[in-house]
């Protein structure tokens, strides 16, 4: 059972319970409670997948589910403040019925456990319309909230609609729209007026329900300060992008199945999760009251507009497919930063160079090579490329290859590394760079010293690209031909550099010899 008392076992804490902690909101949510003195526990079917979040060595991880009232039964004991973040959108036609049947159990049981307070966030619905009328996926938000408020203890409902941070699925599908297509045909709900919320806001209201009085016991509606139309979205997000003005051409004739099918051909969001949300985007969806300033204050300087909302969003969009363990451990970052929690699809195309070598050597003299590669010893692979390209990035007034290293063995985070800098480092596993070169898009260079199954020592290189705009899809595909001499290169002669210093040569001799050539073939994709 879980202490009374804050995180780090002082007084005046609550004890809070967060489903969905892997989840996108859940996963931004738990270190807030935290930072606010609050003790976490997390609900997770799969508690490994929590295993590398930077906050979980401060919290208490249960395995349990939200259908399941067994788990639920020893997940609420002691708990002051249950948190329900999931929902069941794009899990299949019958997800209103799954979350019909999460909510009623969770509500019976945070009841039974003397929780108290249960704190849900929902979906913003327009005033004056029958919920019968509303698209399923807002009719199913609707519907939960009635039954957490209708059979659990004290409940507060926070009804939000767009919100605006990367990872979430209505920003990312205005995300893509916008960067894709220069003009667009949309349907006609590109007049709909919203009223977006930053997912600073969000977590900021989430964490003040914990401390309301038990005497309230409702729905609040939250959003940002200004009410916008999806036009007005897509035109300010790319003026914030530094993106072209966009032509918008909306038309009457696309009906929510053709939305969905052109919204999942213009961007990666599954067609499960982006019909349910292009048939809400017919509904007005803005606060008709802002009744929660009595209880959860603005800040000082008022809620984040769109613009700056966006630019949130967007400052490390370029992690949101790259890491296993998240940069933000080692540089802490916003509550809006990408985590691992993002969805598949988040954060844009990514392009990927995988290449992968059993080596004859123990694993701490292939980790000696990679975290000794650059600077005096080279990139291992074709030296007349890595230099040539470095003069090009001078002449486009980028750091070229002048940097060298800080130290000719050891890395850190955050050390400058001819034009990469030291994004990650794991001692004896991994190495990440993220590239600071002139490029149309984000690229990384992930090494990886791992173990196989045998216990044979196994190279393990990932080169990664995120795109921007057109001209950053075009790059790596005029680039693409020479990745099995330039990678696969590298991958060849990283393996011997290890064999050869296993046998007794110095550091960086195999670099020396790096010749280039052949490779294990290039895998592009997009996701």
């Known amino acids: ?143 939960v909230g009635h039954l957490l408020l209708g059979s659990g203890p004290p409940t507060a409902v926070l009804r939000a609609a767009v919100i605006i941070g990367s990872g979430s699925a209505s920003f990312e599908m205005l995300r893509y729209l916008t960067e894709r297509l220069p003009v667009m045909v949309t349907p006609s709900w590109v007049h709909t007026s919203i009223q977006p919320i930053a997912v600073r806001d969000v977590l900021r209201y989430l964490v003040g329900c914990a401390a309301l009085p038990g005497t309230v016991h409702r729905a609040f509606d939250i959003g940002g300060p200004e009410v916008l139309t999806y036009r007005d979205m897509m035109e300010r997000y790319a003026a914030v992008a530094g993106l072209p003005r966009r032509l918008i051409v909306p038309v009457p004739v696309l009906t929510p199945t053709l939305s969905s099918h052109w919204v999942g051909l213009v961007t990666p969001v599954p067609r499960s999760i982006a019909r349910p949300l292009t048939e809400s985007l017919r509904h007005e969806v803005i606060c008709h009251e802002k009744d929660i300033a009595r209880y959860v204050a603005d800040p000082p300087g008022g809620l984040i507009t769109f613009d700056r909302s966006v630019e949130l969003a967007l400052r490390r969009i370029q992690d949101a497919q790259v890491a296993t363990r998240w940069s933000s451990a080692a540089l802490p970052g916003a509550p809006s930063d990408p985590l691992p929690t993002d969805p598949d699809w988040a954060g844009g195309s990514l392009y990927s160079d995988r290449r992968q070598m059993t080596v004859d050597a123990s694993r701490a003299a292939l980790w000696r090579v990679i975290e000794g590669i650059g600077g005096e010893n080279g990139w291992y692979s074709f030296p007349l490329a890595w230099s040539v390209r470095g003069w090009l990035d001078r002449f486009a007034g980028g750091v070229g290859l002048r940097r060298g290293r800080r130290d000719a063995q050891r890395l850190r985070v955050g050390d400058s590394l001819d034009f990469w800098r030291v994004e990650e480092i794991e001692p004896g596993r991994l190495l990440r760079l993220r590239a600071e070169m002139r490029l149309p898009g984000l690229a990384w260079l992930e090494l990886r010293a791992d173990r196989d199954d045998d216990g044979r020592t196994v190279f393990r290189q990932r080169a990664l690209f995120h795109p921007r705009g057109l001209l950053g899809h075009a790059y790596w595909w005029s680039v693409s031909p020479f990745h099995s001499v330039v990678f696969g290169g590298m991958a060849r002669n990283i393996s011997r550099a290890a064999v050869a210093l296993e046998n007794g040569a110095a550091p960086g001799a195999g670099a020396a010899a790096a010749r280039g050539g052949g490779g294990t073939g290039l895998r592009g994709r997009s996701f």
Do not use: N
């Open 1 to 143: 059972m879980m202490s009374a008392g804050t995180s780090d076992g002082s007084p005046g804490g609550l004890r809070c319970l967060v489903t969905g902690a892997t989840g996108y909101i859940g996963g931004r949510l738990v270190p807030e409670l935290l930072d606010a003195g609050h003790a976490v526990r997390c609900l997770a079917r799969t508690p490994r997948k929590l295993r590398d979040y930077p906050w979980v060595d401060r919290t208490e991880v249960v395995r349990g589910d939200v259908t399941d009232a067994a788990s639920l039964t020893s997940a609420m004991a002691g708990v002051d403040v249950a948190y329900y973040l999931v929902h069941a959108l794009g899990t299949g036609a019958d997800f209103a019925a799954t979350d019909r049947r999460a909510a009623r159990t969770f509500a019976e049981q945070a009841k039974a456990a003397g929780v108290g307070r249960v704190v849900y966030l929902g979906g913003l619905t327009p005033a004056g319309v029958p919920e019968r009328d509303l698209s399923p996926h807002l009719r199913s938000r609707a519907e």
